[in-house]
């Protein structure tokens, strides 16, 4: 029952990593850029329920105990503003439910609810060729630890945490896609744990199938130092609707492809999550 607890401590980790990761197609994961003076305000929402915990090397993977839960469930506003053409800038305040029952561990059941860590990072476009594509943007980030350390589950692990990378954008005939590549450099937790530094990737492609329906086929992946510390690859699928101009919305399932590690610690891990995201362009 050890390693439920660490389970536990780790389900903030976690998710307060992923956060930055979860960009969206249209400006969030790529190299996109809003024009100058150009505001835009998306939000995404997904909820997980964890089915299993690493608990060491030797133990790997086992399924949470009969009448254990672990839930999380994010719903993250985001503002953007073109600075200028090729400097765009966004801000994402996300609102965080945590919920545990652990009836093998301890009694009772806890939930946490609230802000989270807030997040900021300026994206700078720095090629856009003649013909509109390619397109590649280098990308910065800084997680504040604004989110509640005293609560249980947390919301935060109290670090301050910053994210550099790069992203493109290409465009053949009605086909988009986008991809990135970044380093997220995590602090020291208020605990003074070791949270390992992460490489994050995405590609994502965008198939329109009529005028106002696309698929999204996207692929994200997480790793640690090496792939034994940390290793996750998520699939996700997706259809979106968008009226041509302002209003995006989409809906994608999340699935865990492969799981491998617990970046030296004990992680918690889910079989799929329901993903949605809708955007609101005012430029």
């Not at 307060?16 to 190299?31: D, F, H, I, N």
């Not at 994502?204 to 999204?216: A, G, K, M, N, Y």
């Amino acid at each position: 029952m050890v390693g439920i607890g660490r389970g536990v401590v780790a389900l903030a980790v976690v998710v307060c990593v992923a956060q930055m990761a979860w960009g969206a197609p249209l400006v969030g994961a790529s190299a996109n850029t809003l024009p100058q003076g150009g505001f835009m305000i998306d939000t995404w929402a997904v909820w997980k329920d964890y089915t299993r915990i690493y608990v060491s090397e030797e133990d790997g993977w086992e399924d949470l105990p009969n009448g254990s839960k672990l839930q999380a469930a994010s719903f993250v506003p985001r503002l953007y503003y073109g600075v200028t053409d090729w400097l765009t800038v966004r801000a994402s305040l996300p609102l965080e439910h945590r919920f545990r029952s652990l009836s093998e561990y301890e009694d009772g059941e806890d939930s946490a609810a609230g802000l989270g860590d807030i997040v900021v990072d300026p994206k700078i476009q720095i090629i856009r060729a003649k013909e509109g594509y390619p397109r590649i943007a280098l990308l910065a980030g800084v997680q504040f630890p604004t989110g509640d350390t005293e609560s249980e589950p947390r919301l935060s692990d109290g670090s301050t945490d910053f994210l550099v990378g790069a992203a493109v954008t290409h465009r053949v005939g009605d086909v988009t896609g986008h991809a990135y590549m970044t380093r997220w450099l995590n602090g020291e937790s208020e605990d003074g744990a070791d949270v390992k530094d992460l490489w994050i990737g995405c590609l994502s492609i965008e198939t329109p199938v009529s005028e106002h329906w696309t698929l999204l086929w996207e692929g994200k992946a997480y790793a640690g130092e090496t792939p034994a510390d940390f290793y996750r690859v998520y699939l996700c699928p997706g259809l979106s609707w968008s009226d041509g101009r302002r209003v995006t919305v989409g809906m994608s399932a999340l699935v865990s492809a492969v799981a491998e590690g617990g970046g030296g610690i004990s992680t918690v891990e889910y079989e799929w999550a329901p993903y949605l995201r809708f955007y609101y362009c005012f430029f």
